[in-house]
């Protein structure tokens, strides 16, 4: 059993990302620590460092138990490593999922129903409110 893995391999293998170029591209963007350290896709993680992941809006712990580069079955990820994220964090997760789009800046992407009701009204109220003006002039 190898004692040290790729931390990109590691990440893809313990099914924390879909795919190993994802997993590479987190940790080029920071995302992923090790020992609180911020690390390249080739440093190697050993047993019993602690991997931080940031998948926003939470950052997940996990210890490593087996260093592996060789994707495993779902049931097997309790031999492999141990979620000791806190429990904060999943409240912080909980919190955004009630909110609802928390990172949608407003007005970007497709309108929602009332966007486009209110677009609507906003279409059909008459240019000239005042009832003194007059187009023809005598």
Request: aromatic share 8%.
């Amino acid at each position: 059993m190898p004692t040290e893995a790729r931390i990109d391999k590691w990440l893809w293998a313990a099914r924390i990302y879909k795919t190993r170029t994802l997993a590479a591209d987190a940790c080029k963007n920071n995302r992923i620590t090790i020992n609180s350290a911020a690390v390249k896709p080739s440093r190697s993680v050993k047993v019993g460092d602690e991997v931080g992941v940031k998948k926003s809006p939470i950052t997940y712990t996990f210890r490593v138990l087996q260093a592996i580069e060789k994707r495993v079955g779902a049931k097997l990820l309790p031999e492999i490593l141990e979620n000791i994220t806190p429990p904060e964090q999943y409240e912080l997760l909980e919190m955004s999922r009630i909110s609802g789009f928390i990172d949608r800046a407003r007005g970007t992407g497709r309108p929602t129903k009332k966007d486009r009701r209110a677009l609507d009204d906003f279409a059909d109220v008459p240019l000239f409110l005042d009832d003194d003006f007059d187009l023809e002039e005598d």
